[in-house]
Nanobody, 121 residues
Framework: QLQLVESGGGLVQPGGSLRLSCAASGFTWDYYTIGWFRQAPGKEREGVSCDIKNSDGTTYYADSVKGRFTISRDNAKNTVYLQMNSLKPEDTGVYYC?????????????WGQGTQVTVAP
């Protein structure tokens, strides 16, 4: 049974940093495309970043986070990360990691439970 567990969320001041982790069980990240998503209160879920499997590092970022967020994976630990720097209040939301067997970022079949990120003074 595939399971994804996010951690690392919390309260941070504007300009601060957080690193979100997503640990996998029941599968290995090597064979999956990774996605990070977020949902702010009252808004639809949006894609934040995507790392395509077997792509030699092909990654995508939402325009709103380019240059501030970095997606990565540690296959030895079977964990993926989202490093978030220069955080802004508009980055507040519940962040989810997701996994897909596809070679693209369109469809994700397995999701974590989410971790709350709050950016406020």
């Amino acid at each position: 049974q595939l399971q994804l567990v996010e951690s690392g969320g919390g309260l941070v001041q504007p300009g601060g940093s957080l690193r979100l982790s997503c640990a996998a069980s029941g599968f290995t990240w090597d064979y999956y495309t990774i996605g990070w998503f977020r949902q702010a209160p009252g808004k639809e879920r949006e894609g934040v970043s995507c790392d395509i499997k077997n792509s030699d590092g092909t990654t995508y970022y939402a325009d709103s986070v380019k240059g501030r967020f970095t997606i990565s994976r540690d296959n030895a630990k079977n964990t993926v990360y989202l490093q978030m720097n220069s955080l802004k209040p508009e980055d507040t939301g519940v962040y989810y990691c997701a996994a897909s067997l596809d070679d693209g970022c369109s469809t994700f079949d397995d999701w974590g439970q989410g971790t709350q990120v709050t950016v406020a003074p």
